[in-house]
């Protein structure tokens, strides 16, 4: 259970003086570059190189309230389940969840934005944003903190338009006012893969993990 003990920082003390009834609901997930100002003990995932992952309170003007993990150990709860719980309440957050057609394709992806709170994190919770199963997840490229467009896995050729959605991203990317390093991401659950893609005298070119290419080899 979560309990308000009494901490010298002063966010902390901010974070402590929400009711405990109220912690889980108030949790939320932002995602990050990495170095960026979280301070020396936050409640981060480093789920890649470039970025973080990092849990949150939502405060009172919907502020993000860093979470310290000196703090998250007096709750008495799992590193995951706080994880889990930030997650699920990030679910109440509303986001624009646009269906589109990739250029030079006939590959159906997705853009997904943040209506308020910022939305990147949400692709940890493919699923229920898409409304559709993903076994095999999803290809992602986070525009920035707030949004990302993402390429579900079907098939080979699903697959052999992660070239469109590269190019896609770094057309949007260009409008966004704080964009992050290009990175196509295989995102399935909480699993993140750097597909280490580029460009390369033209041909772009990607790199897959073998429990990707394994299962996608045995379709069509």
Known sequence: MYAQLPCSDPVCRTVAGVPSSLLPLQLRVVVQPAGAPLGDDAFTVAF??????????????????????????????PAARLWEDALRALSVEPLDVRQFTL????????SVTGMGWPGAAHMFRLEPVLSRRLPLGALV?????????????????????????????ETLGRHALEPLPPRLLWVRGWTVRDLDAAVVDGTFTATLPRELGAPLAELN
């Open 48 to 77: 890649h190189p470039d970025l973080v992952g990092a849990v949150v309170v939502k405060g009172r003007q919907d502020e993000a309230l860093v979470l310290t993990r000196h703090l998250a150990a007096t709750w008495q709860v």
């Open 141 to 169: 490229m986070l525009m920035d903190g707030n949004s990302f467009v993402t390429l579900p896995l079907e098939s080979n050729a699903t697959l052999h338009a992660a070239s469109a959605l590269w190019d896609l991203n």
């Open 103 to 110: 250029p030079a394709s006939r590959t159906e992806a997705y």
